[in-house]
Structures are given as structure tokens and as C-alpha cells.
């Protein structure tokens, strides 16, 4: 049913105090934080979902016989497979939903988010073979696609504060989600029942979304019920309220053709976020399992999680300075991340580093490199265009990223299989 809006009727309200902006910060940065979870738990588990076919012990055979300090531990599938059940379908979420989204009401598209997230868990937790454990991915795949695209195009009827909220929730996703399974998992809980304890977390999406966020004044097409409220940003008053009204209105009156024509402006915050998740995933994704190092406190199923616990950190610390630590200049990101990449490469091949705390550093500076990435294109756009383009381009530029996983998850696995040939 379409949702009418009010705005025209009645004049705009005066602004709430700070205590609502508060609260729909926090909102924010907990669906970050619980929209990217199932899928940092996933990758995080990557190494267990390939390994173990739900066996009661959860325990990870590895092979260390070998004289050398450092050779390769390589899986008949490489990570970089459950790194594309768990992006592919974002693809295609982000690719067709900007197209038709808005006719979907936000509390219909968040219950679905909810319900995906939940069901990704439980699928993983008791699945006995590798499919259906691939299928729990997939199905983190759609909360995560759909979720990051209906909070991303919900911050343009708030703050514009709320876009770096949300980005440094997500941050938190994957340094609270990596650390939180590699815990677990070194305190010797089994994959199962770490994976269970996660169904905290579509619980607090559903806390933050239908109690701690103020909602927004019923707009056509997005609307969430009966309530009505007033404006959401303190210090912006008329002009706020009608542009961020402006951007529902607009967009659902142009046509397909119409919508085509606005991505090509979007290009130049695109191309560079896509470039920069190429490099970083096809390094931890296809890279992070072979550099291992042997006879050290951690066993190689354990150094792989402490990677994806390393990189989450760099990653929440960047994407949580989008306020106070601008970067404009998008290119320059791609062209450190390559670097990475190929220090990576090289060290996979003839595993030159000599200690392990010496790779924690890069990836490290790998994360702090993607999370700046990711967000310094949505800020840049939610700041620089037009307010009535605003959400449909927030909804496109999401692909970016998204378009970077995939490839690296397809290159991955030919690479992983030529270094395991030939190294």
C-alpha cells in the first residue's frame, strides 16, 4: 500500500532535543554493527565451514609435518568459495534494487534483513555437509546486500552524521564479529555453538530498529506506520525536512531510463571503492590461509581467524574517523591497497617475512586502507549529490564494494590453486 506523506499538509515542527540524535546515531551504528555480523562470522569461519562437516568434536585436522618453519597449508577449496556464496547475491540485491526498492516499506525490508541474518546462523550451526553450509552463507549474503542498502538510503532522512555512524557500526561488525568467533573458538567452543551464540544478534537489530530509532515523518513510499514525528536533525529545521522528502518523491516518478542515466555521475566514488575491495579480498581470501607460520602459539586454523581479527580493527578504526578525518582523494587509496596486495603475493610465494607480527602490521594498514575506502565514498556522496538523487545513488553506490569482493572471490580461486601447484 502506498504510504502518503504529510509534509505538504503540515508545516515543519520544530526540531527535537540532542537526546534524539542520539539515539538514532546509536541506531545507526547497531545496524552497522548487526547487518555485517553474520557475514564477518561467516568468512571468519571460513576455514571451519570447509574443514569440518558438522563433526560433535569441531576440531580442524591439519598437517605439520615438515621440516621447513613455513610452507603452505592449502584446502581442496579455497576460502575465496565461501567468500562468493557470501557475496554473489549481494550482487545481485544492489545491482536490481535501487530500481524497484522504494516501493518496499522500510519495516517490511528490515523484518526480511532480521529473518535472513537468524536463519544464516542456524542453517551454518547445524548443517552437515559443506552445501548447506554454503546455503547459511548465502542467506548472510541477502541480510547483509539488502540490509546495507535499506540503512545506507535510510540515513538520508536523518543526520548527515548517521552515514558515519552506520559505516563505523559496520567496523565494529567485523572487529567484534572476527574477535568474538576467534575467542570462542580458541577457548575451545565448538563451531556450533559459537555460531548459535551469534542469534544475539538479530535480536539487537530488531532492539535498535523498532525501539531506539526515532522514526522519520511519513514519506510517500517509506513509511513505517500510524506515528507521526517531528524533525530528526537538531540545527536543521525546513530545509532538511524538505530535502530528505524531496528524495523519496523524486525518484519514484523517474523512469528506469531515467535512473540508468544518474549511475554515470557516481563513477568516480565507484571505480576506486571497487578497486580497493579487489585488493583486500583477494589478499584475505586468497592469500591469508598460505601465509602461515609454523611452531608458534597459534595453529594455522587460529592464525586465519587472528588475520580476519587484525584486519577488523584497522577496518572499525577507519571507518569510524569519517567525521574527523576526511579523504577526498579517492585514488589514492586503490594505489596503497595494490601495493599490499603484492607484498602478499610475493611473500605467499617465497616466504621472505621472518615473524608473524610483521604481517599483523600489514593487515593492519590493510584494514585501516578498505575501511577509509568505504567510508569516504558514501560520505562524499551523501554530501556532494543533489538531495532528490541522494538515496537511489547511496542505493547504487553500494555495489561498489560488492563488485570488488566478487571478482577477488573468483580470482582467488584459481590463485589459490596455482600456489598450492606450484609453490
Known amino acids: ?114 529473518l535472513f541474518g537468524a536463519a544464516s546462523f542456524l542453517t551454518v550451526a547445524f548443517s552437515l555437509e559443506v552445501w548447506l553450509s554454503l546455503l547459511g552463507v548465502v542467506f548472510a549474503s541477502v541480510s547483509g546486500g539488502l540490509g546495507e542498502l535499506t540503512f545506507l538510503q535510510l540515513t538520508t532522512f536523518y543526520d548527515v552524521h548517521t552515514v558515519s555512524a552506520f559505516a563505523s557500526g559496520t567496523g565494529g561488525a567485523g572487529l567484534f564479529g572476527a574477535l568474538s568467533y576467534a575467542g570462542l573458538r580458541t577457548a575451545k567452543v565448538s563451531p556450533r555453538n559459537s555460531i548459535l551464540i551469534m542469534l544475539v544478534i538479530p535480536v539487537a537489530m530488531a532492539v535498535a530498529f523498532y525501539i531506539i530509532l526515532v522514526k522519520p515523518p511519513q514519506l510517500r513510499g517509506h513509511c513505517f506506520g500510524g506515528r507521526e514525528y517531528s524533525l530528526l536533525a537538531p540545527g536543521q529545521e525546513s530545509s532538511s525536512y524538505q530535502e530528505s522528502g524531496k528524495t523519496g518523491a523524486a525518484i519514484s516518478r523517474y523512469t528506469f531510463k531515467e535512473k540508468l542515466f544518474l549511475i554515470k555521475p557516481l563513477l568516480k566514488y565507484m571505480v576506486p571503492l571497487t578497486l580497493v575491495y579487489f585488493a583486500e579480498y583477494l589478499i584475505n581470501q586468497g592469500l591469508y590461509e598460505l601465509v602461515n607460520f609454523e611452531d608458534i602459539w597459534l595453529t594455522n586454523d587460529e592464525q586465519y581467524e587472528w588475520y580476519q581479527m587484525d584486519y577488523q580493527l584497522g577496518v572499525f578504526i577507519s571507518r569510524s574517523s569519517g567525521s574527523f578525518l576526511p579523504i577526498n582523494r579517492l585514488w589514492v587509496l586503490p594505489i596503497l591497497q595494490f601495493v599490499n596486495l603484492g607484498v602478499f603475493t610475493s611473500d605467499a610465494i617465497l616466504r621472505y617475512m621472518p615473524s608473524i607480527w610483521i604481517v599483523l602490521v600489514l593487515i593492519f594498514w590493510e584494514g585501516l586502507l578498505g575501511g577509509a575506502a568505504y567510508v569516504n565514498t558514501f560520505r562524499k556522496i551523501r554530501e556532494e549529490i543533489p538531495a532528490d538523487h541522494r538515496e537511489f545513488s547511496l542505493g547504487v553506490a553500494s555495489l561498489g564494494d560488492a563488485l570488488g569482493i566478487a571478482v577477488a572471490g573468483m580470482v582467488s580461486i584459481p590463485l589459490h590453486v596455482i600456489l598450492c601447484d606450484n609453490v
Open 1 to 114: 500500500m502506498p504510504c502518503e506523506s504529510d509534509s505538504e499538509e503540515n508545516p515543519p515542527r520544530l526540531p527535537p532535543s540532542k537526546w534524539t540524535l542520539r539515539r538514532n546515531l546509536v541506531g545507526f551504528w547497531l545496524f552497522g554493527l548487526c547487518n555485517n555480523y553474520p557475514y564477518v562470522i561467516m568468512l571468519s569461519a571460513a576455514m571451519t565451514i570447509l574443514h569440518d562437516n558438522g563433526l560433535p568434536s569441531g576440531d580442524v585436522q591439519t598437517n605439520t609435518s615438515s621440516n621447513s618453519s613455513r610452507h603452505l597449508h592449502c584446502n581442496p577449496i579455497g576460502t575465496g568459495a565461501v567468500l562468493l556464496a557470501d557475496i554473489l547475491p549481494v550482487i545481485i540485491i544492489k545491482a536490481t534494487a535501487p530500481f524497484f526498492i522504494h516501493r518496499v516499506q522500510y519495516n517490511v525490508r528490515v523484518a526480511l534483513v532480521i
